[in-house]
Every structure is written in C-alpha cells, then in structure tokens.
C-alpha cells in the first residue's frame, strides 16, 4: 500500500526536526582566538607592524578566518595610546601587542591580565615591565633591543667614521629613564678610544636649538643621539640642525640613517618584530607569557650616509663601506 501525501509531509517533518538537535550537538566550532593590536605610529604602520604580521602569516595564521586582529593607531602622539588601549582592552583580547617603551608601559597599565607580546622596546626590566630577561613573569614578555651593550659598538664605529673626533655630545631625553644613563655606562668605553663624552639634554623639539647650542659651547666634534621615541619621532629635525652645525651623527636605527644621520648602526628592527609573532602564538597555544623569555635580537644592520657624508667633507673608510648592510647615495 503507497503511503498517502500527508503521510510523507509528517515523516519528512519529522526527520527536519529530530535532525536538528543532531546537528547542533555536533562539534563547535573552533574559537577563532583574538589580538589586539596598537601601532604607536600611522597607519599602515612603520617597519614593525608589517613584519609582525608577516611572522603571523608565516605562521599559517589568515587575518579574518583563523585569527582576529583589531588594530589602533595613535598616529605618533603619545597622549592617544592609553585611551585607544582601554578600547582594546574592551574588546577583551586573547593577546595584546604593541611596540615602543611607552606604548609597552601603557599596555601594562591598562591590563595586568590579559597577556602582552612587546614586538620591539628597550629595557623591559629596568622599566618594570619584566621580574627578569629569563623569567619575566606577570603577564608581559616580547623582544628588547640591548641598546646599551649596543651603543659601545656605535663609538667605535663613529670614530673609524671620523678619526680625527675627540669630543661627542651624546643628545638624551631626560625623562625617558633608563636611556638616561646610557652616556654615563659609554665612558669607559669612550676612555679607550681616546673620546670626551657631553652630556645634552632635550625633552622636547621645542629644546631641540638650546641642545645644539650646548653642544657648540663644548666644543662637541660629533654627535650620537640616543634611540628615544622623541628623536625618532622628530629626526628629520634633528639630522637638519646636526648638518647646519657640521656634526657627523650615529643613531641606531635604519630610520634614522634614511632620515640624515651618517650613521646608524643597531638592531634590524623589522626581524625582531616579524619573530614576535612567535610569541603570539605560543600564548594563543597556552603559554604563559610569564615563562617566555625576553629576547634580545640577533641580526644588527650597519647603514651609511653617503649623502651626508659629502655634505659635511667626512670621507667614509672603504673598511667601512664593505661591511655596511647598505650605502644611502
């Protein structure tokens, strides 16, 4: 006997609706786990950003499907990045990550749970971000720069540069502790390559002319400037006032060579970035940032301002031309 329509209706009905809790009770789906992430600088971001998130996509992470990214950016002012922390915090991320010692100070005063990765910064110890560098414990961990052992290796390089310098004005922001020790730490440094260290102070680009008229008052021959976010921020600025005084200058990063500085020799900051990315992913896997161990880098880039050079009569030694990562012409 063929069954009747309605009784096909009933059975189909049925089957839709006790297959229904068949599927729901099914495996859930997988948490698509969430970072929150602060540029200290404009978007798209400078040389950090881009590789930390071509670390995470080396990784096999894809920005929209197997991770969620919100993003800031403070635009390179300061005074932004507490409130567009407490934004991301609100949004309660897996990690956060950040770079910058104050956008890394900001971070910890906005959580002291939820885990942050600081892709690039200085001194997360001596700031109180980290117990230690092997075992940081709290809630933040990443990759620190080590400019102090770094800054020996700038003296040196800056008088291979220039041998006839005896005299270096070293430019510091007082307010950005422990940077502000790093002219007292290069003195026995100095003392071996025959040079007299000037302490400058500048804490604003306001201060930027009396700094330089200080240096002039001591007789300064050169400059190094130290890796601080207001020199960053303004070196154009101040590579215009070093050439008008005829100072060659070292700094440590690639921005600040492309920016006028004769030299900058330090850490390539875009590898230590894209390798934070790894830390991201251990926590998202359980890890604790607590037992993660800040990292110091491992690659350093040496550039050359051949531009400049001609601008001040300095002849750069072929010894150094060899051996420089890139020449700027």
Not at 141 to 162: P, S
Not at 210 to 236: H, K, Q, T, W
Not at 294 to 307: A, D, Y
Request: with cysteine; glycine share 8%.
């Amino acid at each position: 006997m063929r069954p009747s329509k309605m009784t096909i209706i009933v059975t189909l009905a049925l089957g839709v609706l006790l297959g229904a809790p068949l599927a729901a009770t099914g495996q859930p789906r997988e948490k698509v786990p969430r970072v929150g992430v602060l540029e200290p600088g404009r978007a798209p971001g400078g040389r950090c950003l881009p590789a930390f998130r071509q670390g995470l996509r080396d990784l096999g992470y894809i920005e929209g499907q197997t991770i969620t990214i919100d993003y800031r950016f403070a635009d390179g002012d300061p005074d932004r990045v507490p409130t567009l922390l407490a934004e991301l915090v609100r949004q309660t991320p897996d990690v956060l990550w950040t770079h910058s010692p104050h956008a890394a100070r900001a971070a910890k005063q906005a959580s002291t749970t939820i885990p942050i990765v600081v892709g690039v910064a200085g001194f997360l110890v001596e700031q109180g971000l980290a117990a230690s560098l092997s075992r940081p414990g709290g809630n933040v961990t990443g990759f620190e720069l080590g400019d102090i052992e770094v800054a020996g290796k700038r003296l040196q390089l800056l008088k291979e540069a220039v041998p006839r310098v005896a005299r270096v004005a070293v430019l510091v922001d007082p307010t950005m502790s422990p940077y502000d020790d790093v002219p007292r730490n290069l003195e026995p440094e100095a003392r071996s390559l025959g040079l007299r260290l000037q302490r400058v102070e500048a804490s604003t680009p306001e201060a930027f002319e009396g700094a330089f008229a200080a240096m002039v008052r001591g007789r300064a021959e050169a400059l190094m400037i130290v890796d601080v976010p207001l020199f960053v921020r303004n070196s154009p600025q101040l590579f215009e006032l070093a050439l008008r005084h005829r100072l060659p200058t070292i700094a440590g990063w690639r921005r600040y060579a492309e920016a006028g500085s004769l030299i900058a020799y330090g850490a390539n900051v875009p590898d230590v970035c894209r390798r934070s990315a790894a830390y991201v992913d251990k926590i998202l896997k359980g890890a604790k940032p607590g037992d993660l161990p800040v990292q110091r880098p491992n690659k350093f880039e040496l550039i050359i301002n051949r531009k400049t050079a001609k601008a001040l009569g300095v002849t750069i030694p072929s010894s150094l031309l060899i051996v420089a990562d890139e020449v700027i012409q």
